[in-house]
């Protein structure tokens, strides 16, 4: 009977084992990303510049001082161009095939008065000259094709060293590229944040990245993953950290998120002190999926503020030296970050 009773407490206990097993297989939970503790929200009334700009949701917002520069996808021009004294928008940029033509026009670096954009659909990188002293003017520099048929890339970032780092939806076990000028492959590196996804496609963790000087933030928008890389003039990657902002509940068999997933970051920026990322948290299977929050970083990963936006949500940023230009549905809006910081 003792040994009898004995086998029974043994058999009850790697059931229970199994179980626990089984609950972290189906949660997809990594082990080494730290999930993010709570921190009370604050919230914060911006101030409306526009609600009157008449284009679809954009892809990117980007501020040039006098200019923010929205990339329009579905529209038939690729840029539009608002100064902010006037509230004049020029349009720029067509869909086609041509030299200054694009089919999905991404803006990727800016720096000294020039800008890059890439098209994933045409593997294209230009290089541009911006004036925007008297009108919007753009002068070819230069143009690079992408030249690796094995790997597609959704998403591209120009680091300030001049090297890129690019988004790899297929061709690829890791998620990032690192190409040189030229966009010749340097090397991949970034494990995917969970196991079970189809192999080398990283489409269920496409997202948004950042830089200031050598640090890299990659932030996805199906999951509250932000992760932080080092990147020098060299090409020499280090993981800084990583992080979650809520359990990933993904359906390995179907290879796609549950209904009960919570989505994560529409967009990130950065500057020397602070990360910024517009953050969902919304389930799939919720009515209204854009954020209404801002989650601001240190350097270091660790979350410092969750500023709630009242009655306006938040697709798209930009950020300058003390403001936070902000797009979701029609409302442009704008916030002043240093005195929720300070």
């Known amino acids: 009977m003792k040994e009898y009773l004995k086998n029974c407490k043994f058999v009850f206990g790697l059931y229970c084992l199994c179980l626990l097993q089984l609950f972290h ?15 009370e ?14 284009m679809h949701p954009p892809l990117q917002l980007n501020d040039f001082g006098s200019h923010l520069m929205f990339v329009t996808p579905g529209m038939e021009h690729s840029l539009l161009f608002y100064e902010k004294a006037s509230r004049k928008c020029t349009a720029w940029g067509k869909v ?15 720096k000294d008065g020039k800008m890059k954009l890439f098209d994933s659909n045409l ?9 925007l002293k008297d009108s919007v003017r753009l002068k070819r520099i230069r143009a690079c ?10 998403n591209l970032h120009v680091m300030e060293s001049g090297l890129m780092v690019g988004y790899v939806g297929y061709g690829s076990e890791y998620m990032f590229v690192l190409l040189d000028e030229e966009m010749n492959c340097l090397k991949t590196f970034g494990n995917p944040p969970l196991s079970g996804h189809p192999d080398k496609n990283n489409l269920q963790f496409y997202g948004w990245f950042a830089s200031y000087k050598e640090k890299l933030f990659f932030a996805s928008q199906p999951l509250g993953y932000l992760s932080c890389f080092s990147i020098n003039e060299r090409g020499d990657v280090k993981k800084e950290w990583e992080v979650l902002a809520s359990p990933p509940f993904y359906d ?10 919570r989505v994560g970051f529409y967009d990130v920026c950065a500057n020397e002190q602070y990360v910024f990322a517009a953050y ?22 660790e979350l410092l503020k969750r500023l709630r936006y009242k009655n306006t949500y938040v697709g798209k940023m930009a950020l300058s ?3 936070l230009f902000t797009m979701g549905d029609d409302q442009l809006m704008v916030l002043n970050w240093k005195e929720m910081l300070n």
């Open 123 to 131: 593997r294209k990188c230009v290089e541009y000259e911006l004036d």
């Open 96 to 110: 086609g095939n041509g030299p200054d033509d694009f089919i999905s026009a991404l803006c990727v670096g800016k």
């Open 280 to 301: 969902s948290g919304m389930e799939l299977q919720d009515d209204r999926l854009l954020p209404q929050q801002v989650w601001v970083f240190s350097h270091e990963g």
């Open 252 to 261: 390995s068999q179907a290879q796609k998120w549950e209904k009960e997933n």
């Open 321 to 323: 030296d003390s403001l």
């Open 41 to 54: 929200e604050t919230e914060v009334i911006p101030e409306l510049i526009s609600d009157e700009l008449v």
């Open 145 to 154: 094709r992408f030249k690796a048929d094995s790997i597609s890339l959704l």
């Open 25 to 39: 297989s189906c949660k997809h939970e990594p082990q080494s990303i730290i999930l993010l503790s709570e921190v």
